[in-house]
């Protein structure tokens, strides 16, 4: 089945702790971004990739870290969490497909900094 | 860059009515425009899509209408039901400018009974 998953699905911690949220994707796609997710701003691209060892800022990359050392991961890294970044995130896969640019997002993680 | 703006944020229809949700873009480049439902806990999920090169696309229930003039696109849903109920996402690409998606705001639509 095709699929995007993320780990860990709910997290609560302090901020300064530094944490990472893990997404792999089993589509071989190339491209891979983190989105979050806040009331009444819909969906704010974080970073994304466009292949291996190819990332690049979305449009709120300020506090995060990405890598892409392998197709099929993206880790989302939060160096030193703070309050702000208290929201839902989702990362999400995409190739295009006879004009077609789905993106499969995965299921979310919901982050509580406090 | 692309700018989207969707309204409304709010929706509520009762079964069987109709709905439309509304979204326009700024970049005159964009030419691939999808609409995603996200379900409560979940991710979102295409539904539909539209290129720039065709004015209105159906599917079953479900159609979107395109005008490049005004870049303004709209999302209908026929005969809705309880299970239309989710968020709704429009969102626009420039296909020549890689996979990056800007998305609207989102529009919570609830069926009412």
């Known amino acids: 089945e095709a699929q995007v998953t993320q780990n860990p699905r709910y997290l609560i911690t302090v901020t300064g702790k530094k944490l990472t949220v893990t997404c792999s994707q089993n589509?071989?796609?190339?491209?891979m971004s983190w989105y979050r997710q806040d009331p009444g701003l819909g969906l704010r691209q974080i970073y994304y990739?466009?292949?291996?060892?190819?990332?690049d800022k979305g449009d709120v990359p300020e506090g995060y870290k990405v890598s892409r050392k392998e197709k099929r991961n993206f880790p989302l890294i939060l160096e030193s969490p703070s309050p702000n970044q208290t929201s839902l995130y989702f990362c999400?896969?995409?190739?295009?497909?006879?004009?077609?640019?789905?993106?499969?997002f995965g299921p979310g993680t919901r982050l509580t900094v406090t | 860059g692309e700018n989207v703006e969707q309204h409304p944020s709010t929706l509520s229809v009762q079964e069987g009515d109709s709905a439309v949700i509304k979204c326009t873009y700024s970049?005159?480049?964009?030419?691939?425009f999808p609409w995603y439902k996200q379900e409560l806990g979940k991710g979102p999920q295409l539904i539909i899509d539209?290129?720039?090169?065709?004015g209105e696309k159906k599917d079953q229930r479900i159609a979107v209408t395109l005008n490049k003039t005004a870049k303004h696109f709209s999302l209908h849903i026929t005969e809705t039901q309880p299970e239309d109920s989710a968020v709704y996402f429009c969102?626009?690409?420039?296909?020549?400018?890689?996979?990056?998606?800007?998305f609207g705001t989102g529009t919570q639509l609830k069926v009412e009974l």
């Open positions: 999400a896969s995409s190739q295009e497909t006879s004009g077609r640019y789905e993106q499969y």
């Open positions: 589509m071989n796609h190339e491209y």
């Open positions: 990739s466009m292949n291996v060892e190819v990332t």
């Open positions: 970049d005159s480049a964009s030419n691939y």
């Open positions: 539209i290129r720039s090169n065709v």
């Open positions: 969102a626009a690409l420039f296909t020549g400018g890689g996979n990056k998606l800007t």
